[in-house]
């Protein structure tokens, strides 16, 4: 029964990270801003630390099945 919320929790924080971790890299490539009125380097930084975090957390969610 405490497996459904684990696989959904562990499905959005997996595709939320995964997406965001896209977003950024295509973003970059592109040489457009990731977030207005930040630094380039930062804002790369830290929605790149920000995506990997969601994804080991999701990645956390499947191991607890």
Do not use: K, N
């Not at 977003?23 to 930040?38: F, I, K, M, Q």
């Amino acid at each position: 029964m405490e497996s459904g919320p684990a696989i959904f929790a562990g499905a959005a924080f997996t595709l939320f990270g995964g997406a965001l971790l896209l977003w950024t890299t295509v973003r970059s490539l592109h040489r457009e801003p990731v977030a207005h009125g930040v630094a380039p380097r930062t804002a790369v930084a830290l929605t790149s630390l920000s995506g990997t975090a969601f994804l080991a957390l999701g990645l956390w969610c499947f191991g607890r099945l």
